[in-house]
């Protein structure tokens, strides 16, 4: 079983920039893929952003074509912590923004794949 729980949400402007961070307990993280997905008001959620299992030196990463270029995703086996870097943020980045942990060593683009989920945290982008 894996424990997840997001912060860094908040509220910024178009332009600016906030870091989401996601702290694991429970199972080794470093076993397994991690992504992040945001849900919108009224919206369905979709993926962001995806990392394979890392021993540090070799991530696979993957992102949504809309964050490509403004969004960066790692992870801190070490600490047991993965991140979300988002730059250039716009008001249609806002939604609540979760992370997610997959049994497996490979990245998905799709939600069902994922295994352990956090509550999510506020991203708000105004204009």
């Known amino acids: 079983q894996v424990q997840l729980v997001e912060s860094g949400g908040g509220l910024v402007q178009s332009g600016g920039s906030l870091r989401l961070s996601c702290a694991a307990s429970g199972r080794t993280f470093s076993s397994y893929a991690m992504g992040w997905f945001r849900q919108a008001p009224g919206k369905e959620r979709e993926f962001v952003a995806a990392i394979t299992w890392s021993d540090g030196s070799n991530d696979n990463t993957y992102y949504a074509d809309s964050v490509k270029g403004r969004f960066t995703i790692s992870r801190d086996n070490a600490k047991n912590t993965g991140y979300l870097q988002m730059n250039s943020l716009k008001p249609e980045d806002t939604a609540v923004y979760y992370c997610?942990?997959?049994?497996?060593?490979?990245?998905?683009?799709?939600?069902?794949?994922?295994?352990?989920w956090g509550q999510g945290t506020q991203v708000t982008v105004s204009s």
């Open positions: 997610a942990a997959r049994r497996s060593l490979r990245l998905s683009v799709i939600d069902r794949a994922y295994d352990y």
